[in-house]
C-alpha cells in the first residue's frame, strides 16, 4: 500500500464535503426597492440556518427580513433592512 493512497482518500473526502455543503449568494433588489440577496445553501450538510448565518452577514448589524423561504430546496430572498432615519432636530431660537 502506497503512501500516497491515503493522502488522495482524505482529499476526496474534504473535496466531497465541500461539495456537500456548497452555499452561493447573488444580490438583486427586492420590489420595494431595497437591496436584497437570493442564498442558496444546497447539498448534504446544509441546513436552513446556514443560509440564515450567510444572510446575516450580508446585511451585516442592519439586519434583514426574509422575502421568500424554501426549506426543500434551502433557498431564501432576503432584503437588507434599512437603519431608520432620524427625525431633524428642532431649530433653537
Known sequence: MSKKRPLHLLL???????VAAC???RQTYVP?????YVITCGGLLAKE?????K????????GY???K??????SLLI???????APPEPARH
Do not use: F, H, M, Y
Not at 476526496?12 to 465541500?18: P, Q, R, W
Not at 420595494?32 to 436584497?36: L, S
Not at 440556518?49 to 448565518?53: D, Q, R
Open 65 to 67: 427580513d426574509v422575502i
Open 55 to 62: 444572510a446575516g452577514r450580508a446585511c451585516g448589524n442592519r
Open 12 to 18: 476526496l473526502i474534504a473535496l466531497g464535503l465541500t
Open 23 to 25: 452555499s452561493t449568494q
Open 79 to 85: 432584503a437588507c433592512k434599512v437603519p431608520p432615519i
Open 49 to 53: 440556518s446556514s443560509c440564515l448565518v
Open 32 to 36: 420595494d426597492g431595497r437591496r436584497g
Open 69 to 74: 423561504g424554501n426549506e426543500e430546496d434551502g
